[in-house]
């Protein structure tokens, strides 16, 4: 019999919780009066389009692949089911530090962008193809990524093609990492 006392008085709780303010007290103005003219911020820059929405693989050029890209690492991304390393740069990899940064940096990059990768014949970084990548407005994301000191140059594979502007970037995550020896030139 308590019992069923206690669960009345919850119910009961409960309905005049639903059923909103008791009808002598007032709403508050700022949610119940649709006519307070209450603008919206407008924010600093104009907001871009969005891009176009990709359904099938795009192919842009006969050897590139275009599409969607999810980001696997920061000097990994797959478009279209393919799996591709970015051309070369060297970023940390997920369980070194700074490969987490890493990989919101080149998330960032993309920003849910059309990415346009086209492979490059015999190079291949710890069995997966390598591609340059970039996004469809023209930015090569390698090249961001050393930029931003998210990844260094691999300089065997690149012939130093980003050694200028790894020296040049502000060293955020990859200054204290360790190149992988397939980036390191033989001497």
Request: net charge positive; aromatic share 6%; hydrophobic share 45%.
């Amino acid at each position: 019999m308590p019992r069923l006392r206690w669960t009345s008085l919850l119910l009961i709780a409960l309905c005049a919780t639903v059923a909103g303010p008791p009808a002598g007290r007032a709403q508050s103005p700022a949610i119940f009066a649709p006519d307070l003219n209450i603008k919206k911020p407008v924010p600093d820059h104009p907001e871009e389009p969005p891009p176009p929405k990709v359904t099938e693989p795009l192919i842009v050029n006969p050897n590139e692949i275009a599409g969607r890209a999810q980001v696997l690492s920061g000097d990994t991304l797959r478009v279209n089911q393919t799996t591709f390393r970015l051309w070369g740069i060297a970023a940390p990899t997920m369980s070194e530090f700074g490969g987490y940064t890493a990989m919101q940096g080149l998330a960032g990059l993309i920003a849910s962008q059309i990415v346009i990768c086209a492979p490059r014949k015999n190079f291949f970084r710890g069995g997966i193809q390598a591609a340059q990548c970039r996004v469809a407005r023209g930015r090569d994301l390698a090249e961001d990524m050393v930029r931003k000191g998210l990844a260094r140059d691999c300089p065997r594979q690149s012939g130093a093609t980003f050694a200028v502007i790894e020296r040049l970037a502000v060293v955020d995550v990859a200054g204290g990492f360790k190149l992988p020896e397939e980036c390191i030139a033989p001497f």
